[in-house]
């Protein structure tokens, strides 16, 4: 019976997110031009951020728009970075918005609620329902079902796709590079054997790109750090900056400190600790295609 209403919740929530998603606005983008206008009917411009509008426009896409890596090598590197962060922000938001309704419902929930064991089986805190949750399984949840900080995801998404220009960021929505060891991951060029017979994860879309990451920081033991330090800053009731956790990260990147160091810099020259104090407005969602 736990297996049926499991899967039962998971289908609300699915069936939920194709309700929404079939109720937004669907805008055709041929070039970067009706982009810059969508956004100045958005009120989602440079001179918007700079008068201190914090409202972010639900905005989504099916991709990267058609030759980007040939449009954005002809522009100002500052009008590629604006760009690539007005695409990836909403995603980032959204994504963030959805995981604090989640955290809404492992607060509240009772130990033998089935919304709770979905949850915790996404979060890879159990790896079935076979056995009951215990008041452990549900404050390691606590620490697992929380946001990232808009300023971190963006800067490991300009990093890892080379502000939106690599290949694979172009051909299968993978912003983060995140490796996939299931055979239907996109292969490197130069895939490096000695670590194993891995590719790239692919994504339907930059949102679902943007989720998968999350749930890879909050749910892999690589970035238990993380997830203790950010506990900890909400057990004292502080806020937890790109910046903060982007210190242990260590195990993200095959370069280490310097991964860090690189993460902090494109924090800072970028002004992307702005973008944790901005949020949601409440129109309708715009789908963008091209």
């Not at 796709?161 to 912003?175: H, L, Q, V, Y």
């Not at 996109?186 to 790239?200: A, E, I, N, S, T």
């Not at 280490?256 to 901005?278: A, C, V």
Request: proline share 3%; net charge positive.
């Amino acid at each position: 019976m736990k297996k049926l209403l499991i899967t039962l919740f998971c289908s609300v929530l699915f069936l939920s997110a194709c309700s929404d998603m079939h109720s937004s606005d669907e805008v055709k983008v041929h070039n970067v031009d009706d982009l810059t206008q969508l956004f100045a009917r958005l009120h989602y411009t440079h001179d918007d951020w700079q008068k201190g509008v914090k409202k972010v426009p639900r905005l989504t896409s099916e991709g990267v728009m058609p030759d980007w890596k040939k449009l954005s090598d002809k522009m100002p590197v500052e009008n590629k970075k604006s760009i690539f962060l007005r695409m990836m922000l909403p995603s980032v938001l959204i994504a963030n918005e959805n995981i604090l309704q989640e955290r809404k419902v492992v607060k509240k929930s009772s130990l033998d609620s089935s919304e709770l064991m979905a949850i915790a089986i996404k979060y890879k805190v159990v790896s079935d329902d076979s056995k009951a949750l215990t008041k452990a399984d549900k404050q390691t949840l606590l620490k697992r079902v929380n946001i990232i900080p808009p300023s971190l995801a963006l800067a490991q998404a300009a990093e890892e796709s080379a502000w939106g220009t690599s290949r694979f960021a172009r051909e299968g929505n993978a912003f983060f590079g995140q490796w996939d060891f299931s055979g239907n991951g996109m292969k490197p060029k130069q895939q490096r054997k000695h670590l194993g017979d891995y590719g790239v994860a692919s994504f339907d879309s930059p949102l679902a790109s943007v989720e998968g990451y999350m749930l890879n920081i909050n749910s892999t033991s690589a970035y238990k750090s993380l997830r203790d330090l950010r506990a900890q800053q909400v057990a004292k009731n502080k806020s937890f900056s790109g910046t903060l956790l982007a210190g242990t990260l260590i195990k993200y990147s095959e370069r280490g400190q310097d991964y860090i160091t690189g993460l902090r810099h494109l924090i800072s020259y970028n002004k992307l600790e702005w973008t944790d104090k901005t949020s949601l407005s409440d129109n309708k969602m715009v789908y963008i295609v091209y």
